[in-house]
Every structure is written in C-alpha cells, then in structure tokens.
C-alpha cells in the first residue's frame, strides 16, 4: 500500500503537469486527458501509460482511488459518512452471520428500493476515533458515482432506511452525511485525501467487523477496471 499511495502523489502531480501544459496551448481539458500521453507531455511527467502496474496487482485501496478518480473527472462523484443506529449495532453484533453481512444486506435492500442496485458506490466500516486511538460507535465512509442530482439524493434515503429507519429529521445531518466532491481549487491532490481519511484505520482489528471491513460494488469494480485498462493503453 505504501508504494501505491507514492504512486498515487506521482500520478496526481502528472495531472497538474498536463493540465498546465493543456492550458498553455490552448487546448480543451478533457475528462481522463491527464491519464494518456497523446498532449505529448510524457518528457515532462514521471509516468507513461506502459510504467502503470497491472490490474491484477492492485489493492481494493487503489481500486478504490481509481473509481473515485474517474468519478472526479466527470464531476459525478459523492463522498458520505453514514452512522449506524445503537439499537441496530446490537442486534448485528450479537447476530451469528456477522455485522459486515448485516451492513451488507441492508444496504443492497435499501438501494434497490430505490432504483439504485446498479450504482457504483464503496464503502469502509470504522469504529475507531480519526486518531486511532479510541473507540467509537461503528460507522461507514464511502462515495458513490452518480449520473444526476436525484439519483445522490435517493442514495442519501437508502442510507437512511438501512441504518437510521427511525430518523427524525433534527439528527439526520448529524447521522448522515452525503456531499459532492470537489477539488480544492484545482488541486488534484485532494483527490487522495479523501481516500487515505477512508483508510486510516483499514488495520485496525475489531472482532465485531471480522478480516473483512469494505465493500467494493461490481459495478464500481467495472468502472475502476476500465478506467484503469484505458490509462494503460500506450
């Protein structure tokens, strides 16, 4: 993971690099132009298309960061945070299939009420503090890629009916969070940060959550996969 996350801040310092360089002659900014050399850039950048390791080696972590990426560039990406209600946290972590089923399920139940069973979206059960260092109630970070407005502000409704079916509406920001995400004026950077906040405590063990806290959905793997076959195309 470590020599991924260095890929990732080279790969993110190439896109500043083509940008400017797309700027400087005049030419349009194209969604995933900063992944392909065809601006006749790559003597300036630390990465060709071909020095871009194979899907097959990749960790979920990297997957992840790539589908979130792709989302970025067409504008069409949300982040969220969703807390889990006390009384559901019981009944999961004394339920004999295990609390990431739990999580799992319902989600997928919500979302297709919805219409959303297609989606891509990710997402990391947490229970420890940003720090580390203590305990908290058990909550989920993610994002999800949405074509329109709507279709986050029906994703926003399946979070709450899996995990806070009883939500007034006084505590529902509070509980659950949803925003689109954005780079911070222009910084291609950022695109990381949100992912290493997701990851932070990936290693910390919970006997509750199992060898097993995120869920990846196949369409975000499908996503993520083709984005990745394009950037490596020479």
């Known amino acids: 993971m470590e ?18 360089f797309e700027r400087g002659h005049g030419l349009p900014s194209e969604p995933m132009s900063v992944w392909r050399d065809s601006d006749h850039s790559w003597p300036m950048t630390a990465y060709a298309p071909t020095h871009l390791p194979k899907w097959e080696t990749l960790t979920e972590a990297m997957k992840m960061f790539i589908a979130f990426d792709a989302g970025m560039e067409f504008q069409s990406c949300y982040a969220f945070t969703a807390h889990v209600n006390e009384a559901l946290i019981g009944k999961w972590s004394a339920a004999t299939h295990g609390f990431m089923a739990n999580v799992e399920q319902r989600l997928k139940r919500a979302l ?48 709450e009916r899996a995990f806070h079916p009883d939500l007034i509406r006084k505590t529902r920001q509070r509980a659950i969070k949803v925003e689109p995400a954005y780079d911070n004026g222009g ?23 199992g060898k097993r806290r995120v869920h990846l959905s196949r369409s975000l793997i499908g996503i993520a996969r083709e984005a990745w076959e394009l950037r490596r195309e020479p």
């Open 3 to 20: 020599a991924e996350k260095q890929l990732v801040s080279a790969l993110m310092a190439d896109a500043h690099i083509r940008r400017a």
């Open 187 to 209: 910084n291609f950077a950022g695109r990381s940060q949100w992912l290493s906040y997701m990851i932070k405590n990936i290693d910390r063990w919970d006997a509750r959550l």
């Open 112 to 159: 297709h009420r919805q219409g959303l069973q297609a989606i891509p979206y990710c997402y990391l059960v947490e229970t420890r503090s940003r720090s580390g260092r203590s305990s908290t109630r058990p909550h989920l970070h993610g994002f999800f890629i949405a074509e329109t407005p709507i279709d986050a502000a029906r994703f926003q409704v399946a979070l």
